[in-house]
């Protein structure tokens, strides 16, 4: 069996693509990317002629045979394959795989944007080789990473194990994910190093060996590339961001603190109710009802056609109140979150400024 996804023509930089990395565990974008299954050419089939003009590269997954009990699945967004696995007790696990062309960063930074995703605090370099062991994929060496931690769907810590086999060629890296039920992620870990001795991965244009190659594309701030030139109140102190982050500053100090930061992710960053579910999640509440997505992202024209307002009150992991304002700009290609999350009072407090962050990085 085979699968395509097709990507845009513009390859995003390492940040945005760390982003869509995490997303690759809790969602997938679907503005961007076309999933189409291709059936294998029988012999002395003649392909049609075509448009190549300008065709991009697209990654290729191609396996002979399933382990038992995986189901393929409808794939879409940056994911080229997806499997779906049910134990015997119900419970679930998942198997997905994206290759990402030109993808930077390091094992590091993965695998702590993974711990992120499972409630887990970064790890430093030298812990980083109790986590990794070697695999073969593809007929060729890789690595898999084996991480346990919690997801806070609902509010609710649900137990998650995630096994990430990370594989580079030819300037692609590649990903596929094991991830559910611990249990079940358990019994599926031998078929699952199995599987991945026998995929095909590589990059194909299909005819367009005369298209031009992908260059890439800087996050847009209004009017420039690059981050956004913000203009923060002087009690705003900058710090270093993270992996998928622009920006990220500290207001206050101790639990009387808040924390912004900015974000860019291609298109729309994912679906509107994905999001805010994610974000409410943060604040230990529910999902919301597919009839208050809406309500609770309100479109702010001050911010430009599309621009959302989100506002939420709940607690965080540890009990202690909280607030979150998530401001949602369109911008060029994709979309800047920029969000406000700590202290309720603070949180209040620095809403205007906020808002007249944002409005400068526009001007």
């Not at 499997?83 to 094992?107: H, L, N, Q, W, Y």
């Not at 990903?175 to 699952?192: C, H, M, N, R, Y």
């Not at 599309?306 to 009150?313: C, F, Q, W």
């Amino acid at each position: 069996m085979t699968r395509y996804a097709l990507p845009s023509l513009k390859r995003p930089p390492t940040c945005v693509l760390l982003a869509s990395l995490s997303w690759f565990l809790v969602g997938c974008q679907k503005e961007e990317i076309t999933v189409y299954r291709v059936p294998k050419e029988m012999p002395g089939q003649v392909a049609a002629p075509r448009d190549t003009a300008r065709a991009p590269a697209r990654p290729h997954v191609h396996w002979d045979k399933l382990p038992a009990g995986w189901r393929e699945e409808p794939s879409s967004g940056t994911r080229a394959a997806t499997f779906s696995i049910t134990g015997t007790d119900g419970k679930r696990a998942e198997v997905a795989a994206i290759g990402f062309p030109g993808m930077g960063g390091s094992d590091l930074q993965f695998v702590n944007l993974w711990r992120e995703q499972l409630g887990l605090t970064p790890l430093t370099e030298d812990q980083l080789p109790k986590l990794v062991q070697p695999a073969v994929i593809a007929g060729a060496d890789g690595k898999v990473f084996d991480i346990t931690g919690a997801t806070k769907a609902g509010g609710t810590p649900t137990p998650e194990r995630i096994i990430v086999a990370l594989h580079k060629r030819e300037g692609t890296s590649w990903f596929i994910k094991l991830t559910g039920d611990p249990a079940l992620v358990e019994q599926q870990k031998t078929p699952f190093l199995e599987f991945l001795k026998g995929l095909s991965l590589h990059m194909e244009a299909h005819g367009a060996a005369d298209a031009p190659a992908p260059t890439a594309s800087a996050p847009p701030a209004a009017g420039g590339s690059g981050a956004p030139s913000l203009k923060a109140p002087a009690h705003w102190k900058a710090q270093a961001p993270g992996a998928m982050q622009a920006a990220k500053y500290r207001i206050g100090e101790g639990k009387a603190s808040a924390e912004m930061t900015a974000v860019f992710l291609g298109g729309m960053g994912g679906d509107l109710k994905a999001n805010l579910d994610r974000w409410r999640s943060q604040l230990s509440l529910p999902a919301a009802a597919a009839a208050e997505v809406e309500k609770q992202a309100p479109l702010l024209p001050a911010l430009g056609p599309g621009a959302r307002i989100v506002e939420l009150s709940g607690s965080t992991g540890e009990g202690d109140a909280a607030d979150m304002i998530v401001l949602l700009v369109p911008e060029g290609r994709g979309t800047w979150f920029y969000k406000l999350m700590g202290d309720k009072a603070v949180v209040a407090k620095e809403k205007d400024a906020l808002v007249a962050l944002v409005k400068s990085a526009k001007q």
